[in-house]
């Protein structure tokens, strides 16, 4: 059979392809990089020494911990930012106190509230007299072009790279990212995946935050249970080594050198200074109030920091994406590749692993490792903290790790606690969100049909998905389409649709409590992709104190309000010996799975007379287990419709996908 192509259709990826591949002209391009330069302001606004910077008892913290350190004996505080507003506090105030520098890294930078509240602070430090460096990932940079335009001709204190781009551009349309995946995939699959804040090289914070309403809980359909790690101590060191590797790696390209952005520089010379109206700014001033208070600062910042010993910092180098020069020095910051560090901390555990992950799918090298420790004589117990598909961002990545269930309970002894979209007992900050409770209705009032208004609050009428989150205690804000997530941000898109109608929330955090005296908190999913595509970063606290908190955490993300648990299925009524090999024979195949009866499901507990309420993960080897636990069915909350035919498609066919999901 032939195939035929259609002229107009060949004809228009051949004018993308071409202009993908365009290249402004040398002398363009040095002409809209000098442009830049020059417009840059000089312009300092405060004289006095210390830049004119809020008083801070963070960095004072800071300063205190540094002194009192030696080499033989270091002195660290550390504290974990499991409040997704407090996260932002931090940042905020930390930035507004910086005096010498900060320095921003990170994977992905909206334009919605949360990340335009940072740039403004940005900004104003670098007038202020801060040197301020950002490094943001081309894949997930700042939606528009003017914005990066304006950021590269704002003030010499402010510098702008992003790290590694495709087609000499910043930002590309979704017919442009097919074409780099057709000409570019080797290199546009390879992204920079850490996120950092350093402030005067004193304190950093470091975790699974990007800039975005949804890391902070102000998404108003949608956010992230997530966790960062505030720092203070000699390690703050090792991450400014790191950073100063990537700024000067030669996929790090100042934005004003890029096609698109030198194009625009070109055409419309620098842009004012980029800023959006905040869509809710009474949130904005709400936690503004709080950036100079020494009492909420110290009760939430520096009391509860924790002294703590044994503290490391990991980090891939720019070098593991193989453009940077073998002969290249190393930087000073005691660092291996992210992925070998994290292994051998799982290697050497003796009866205790607190994993938690956003997307469960391990490379091969991971499956060996878990394999061997389940062979030992006292195998480890590992409990696993991830998505179920009814939280998850990234619906492919679910659909590869529903094929591997079997193999995760039964071969490698994991005990899954899914996280549930409406969580009971989480960390999250609803009221963050900006939804507002109704009006109370008379109790007799008919409920109006669907294609009718209910009532309005403010700007329009209240839908009955607005009305179902209004019975939930929120509101469904509406959402531009410039502050929606960038299409190429996350593994696999937008989440599924619900049985039920609410904000929800994806887990997100990437941490680790290895026999209750190691913890690790970064930014590798322990995933394929994070150890052979992405750079990563993660601290490592040998410290008994610090391991119990965090572990407290994860465990509290595994409790039964807010987590389901995957167990084994009730055999088959007949022929069960038959049905089980024959569901592994289809699972170990390397392109088809089509077995339909999967050997574990989803469990709820169910609290009752011989099942009092209770906060511990339940273990589905425990001989009572069903007994407080009913099945739920393989997708509890999910109103499936056709995604069920996705599901079983990737688990079909989608195995080859995982080293890049």
């Not at 591997?404 to 989480?426: M, S, T, V």
Request: proline share 9%.
């Amino acid at each position: 059979m032939r195939l035929h192509v259609p002229g107009r259709w060949l004809a228009g990826l051949l004018v993308l392809w071409l202009a993908g591949c365009a290249s402004l002209p040398p002398h363009e391009r040095r002409a809209a990089a000098a442009q830049a330069v020059a417009a840059r302001s000089t312009q300092v606004d405060c004289t006095r020494a210390d830049a004119c910077a809020l008083p801070s008892p963070i960095l004072q913290m800071a300063r205190e911990t540094l002194a009192a350190s030696t080499p033989a004996a270091p002195r660290h505080r550390a504290l974990i930012l499991d409040h997704a507003p407090d996260a932002l506090l931090a940042r905020i105030h930390l930035i507004r106190s910086a005096r010498r520098s900060i320095e921003l890294q990170t994977y992905i930078f909206d334009e919605d509230d949360a990340a335009q509240l940072v740039l403004d602070e940005l900004q104003a430090a670098a007038f202020r007299g801060v040197k301020v460096r950002i490094l943001v990932d081309q894949l997930a940079a700042l939606r528009k072009v003017e914005t990066l335009a304006a950021l590269s001709s704002l003030h010499a204190n402010l510098e702008l790279r992003l790290y590694n781009p495709v087609l000499d551009r910043a930002r590309f349309s979704l017919p442009m990212y097919a074409v780099a995946s057709v000409c570019c995939w080797k290199q546009l699959n390879r992204r920079m995946h850490n996120k950092l804040l350093v402030v005067d090289g004193l304190v950093g914070i470091v975790g699974g935050r990007n800039y975005q309403d949804d890391y902070y809980d102000w998404g108003s359909d949608f956010n992230f249970r997530d966790r960062d790690l505030l720092l203070a101590g000699p390690v703050v060191r090792d991450m400014v080594a790191n950073f100063e590797a990537f700024w000067n790696a030669r996929r790090s390209v100042p934005a004003e050198q890029l096609g698109d952005v030198a194009r625009y520089l070109r055409a419309n010379g620098p842009p004012p200074p980029p800023h959006h109206a905040f869509h809710n700014p009474a949130r904005v001033r709400a936690l503004l109030a709080e950036v100079a208070d020494d009492a909420v600062l110290r009760a939430r910042f520096v009391e509860p920091a924790l002294p703590v010993t044994g503290v490391q910092f990991i980090a891939d180098l720019p070098r593991k994406h193989r453009l940077e020069p073998a002969s290249a020095p190393d930087v000073a910051a005691p660092v291996g590749v992210t992925g070998d560090g994290l292994r051998e901390l799982i290697a050497g555990a003796d009866h205790e692993i607190l994993l938690q992950t956003p997307y469960l799918v391990l490379s091969g090298s991971a499956q060996d490792l878990f394999r061997g420790l389940r062979e030992r004589p006292a195998p480890p117990r590992v409990l696993v903290s991830t998505n179920s598909l009814a939280s998850t961002d990234a619906f492919l990545a679910y659909a590869i790790s529903y094929k591997y269930k079997r193999r995760y309970l039964r071969d490698f002894g994991f005990e899954i606690h899914e996280f549930k979209p409406f969580p009971a007992d989480a960390p999250l900050e609803l009221g963050a969100t900006g939804a507002a409770l109704p009006e109370p209705e008379p109790e007799d009032t008919p409920v109006a049909p669907a294609s009718a208004p209910i009532r309005t609050l403010g700007s329009g009428p209240l839908s009955l998905r607005e009305r179902r989150l209004a019975e939930r205690g929120l509101r469904r804000t509406p959402v531009s389409e410039a502050a929606r997530p960038s299409p190429f941000a996350s593994s696999g898109g937008l989440p599924v649709r619900l049985k039920r109608a609410g904000l929800r929330t994806g887990m997100h955090a990437k941490s680790m409590v290895v026999d209750g005296r190691i913890g690790v908190v970064g930014t590798h999913n322990f995933d394929p992709r994070g150890d052979t595509l992405n750079t990563e970063s993660a601290v490592v606290i040998r410290d008994p104190a610090f391991a119990a908190a965090l572990a407290a955490s994860i465990r509290r993300d595994m409790a039964p309000a807010n987590a389901w648990t995957i167990g084994r299925r009730d055999d088959a009524p007949i022929f069960s010996g038959i049905e089980y090999n024959l569901a592994k024979l289809s699972e170990r195949m390397p392109v088809f799975d089509l077995w339909p009866y999967k050997y574990a499901t989803s469990y709820d507990y169910a609290p009752g007379p011989d099942c009092p309420p209770t906060a511990t993960p339940p273990s589905p080897f425990a001989s009572d287990f069903r007994a407080c636990n009913r099945p739920v069915g393989d997708f509890p909350e999910v109103d499936l419709g056709l995604k069920w035919l996705g599901v079983r498609i990737f688990t079909a066919f989608g195995s080859g996908l995982s080293p890049i999901l």
